[in-house]
């Protein structure tokens, strides 16, 4: 009698890092062939969503009317991505991996289920599957941001000590004036940007910030707020003369390196899960005072994906400034001492009652 592999797939739950991609074994426990090294390491480094390494693996061989599932509720906006246009995406995956593939229906929540008579074929089918679910979230633009908030009211004031005198001695100079400001309310220091689709994702953000707290933010921050100062400015491109973000500079009042350490841990803890595209190595410690985009969207935050939900790339023009004067003029603007004591999972185009952003959850320091 011929066995039947049943898998139940869904939306990939985002969870500390692993090889996701198993050896394929037959029912009888021998190697039928393992999916190229090279695949396997490229599949590894466009993930950025990564399976529990137990969903990956634990194919159950199923008995007549049995089989194995999990249960998980996810969102449902990429399913049309593997169903395709009539249908056509999700029959040509059956057809070549040789399997039966069931996807909720518009509106619903649910688990993708892949059921084939060879592992073999559902192994393929769930790879697939996760490239498909892969290129839909890269796509997807970014809607949350860990931070901390750098909006304490010395720091405004300076802030607005900062505007005031810029635009009393430098609005003559080419693209200054008040619209491309930062508000003061929405000063932070971006660690990373997330694209968080889900309740459940959320969630997990939350859970793996509690994690870096256990692991080693409490040992780096010795369990108190960090002390930092916010002083001099420095400009995002290579030419002073055509700046589109300016950025006052943040670093630890003490002098030393415990505050790039505990940002550039959180983010390479991020990277590894999954949940923060890896684009840099190290947390570029800056708050944007200046950016050429609050010209036309006072809202804009700074960072685009660059595609959006349907594929299309996103252009965002923009009329640099010209920066050399206020470079000179206030190279080393002192915006003030804070008390760095939380992170926050922020979510962007939205304000709370302060007028910062709205906070999803955080981990305090003390």
């Known amino acids: 009698m011929k066995r039947r592999w049943v898998r139940t797939s869904a939306v990939p739950k985002l969870t500390p890092s692993h090889d996701p991609t198993p050896t394929q074994t037959s029912p009888g426990g021998d190697t039928t062939g393992a999916i190229p090294l090279r695949r396997r390491h490229r599949l590894a480094r466009m993930r950025n969503c990564l399976v529990r390494p137990e969903e990956i693996s634990s194919y159950t061989p199923s008995a007549a009317g049995s089989s194995s599932s999990s249960s998980f509720l996810h ?70 941001f860990l931070a901390f908030f750098l909006n304490e009211a010395e720091v405004q004031e300076r802030f607005l000590k900062f505007q005031e005198e810029v635009l009393e001695k430098c609005s003559m100079d080419h693209g200054v004036d008040s619209s491309i400001f930062q508000n003061p309310k929405k000063l932070h220091l971006t660690i990373g940007m997330l694209v968080l689709l889900s309740e459940q994702e959320i969630q ?47 670093h630890m009042k003490d002098g030393s390196n415990r505050l790039q350490e505990l940002v550039d841990r959180v983010l390479e803890r991020f990277q590894a899960s999954g949940l923060i595209v890896k684009e840099w190595n190290s947390v570029k410690l800056h708050a944007t005072v200046m950016n050429t985009l609050f010209r036309k969207d006072p809202n804009a935050e700074g960072r685009y994906n660059l595609y959006t939900a349907d594929g299309k790339y996103i252009f965002k023009e923009r009329e640099s400034f010209d920066g050399r004067n206020i470079l000179k003029l206030f190279e080393n603007f002192y915006f003030g001492t804070l008390k760095l004591n939380s992170i926050h999972i922020s979510q962007r185009f939205t304000v709370d009652s302060f007028g910062n952003y709205a906070s999803c959850g955080q981990i305090d320091f003390s």
């Open 204 to 250: 997990q953000t939350c859970e793996m910030l509690q994690q870096c707290k256990e692991e080693f933010i409490d040992d780096i921050s010795g369990g108190k707020p960090l002390e930092v100062e916010m002083s001099g400015i420095e400009y995002m491109n290579d030419d002073p003369g055509m700046v589109d973000v300016l950025y006052a500079k943040v």
């Open 75 to 144: 969102f449902t906006s990429p399913f049309r991505h593997i169903v395709g246009k009539r249908g056509d995406t999700r029959k040509k995956l059956e057809v070549e991996t040789k399997t039966s593939i069931s996807i909720p229906k518009p509106g619903q929540e649910g688990e993708i289920v892949i059921t084939g008579q060879h592992r073999s074929g559902v192994v393929s089918a769930r790879t697939r599957i996760d490239v498909l679910l892969l290129t839909f979230r890269r796509k997807q633009p970014f809607t949350h």
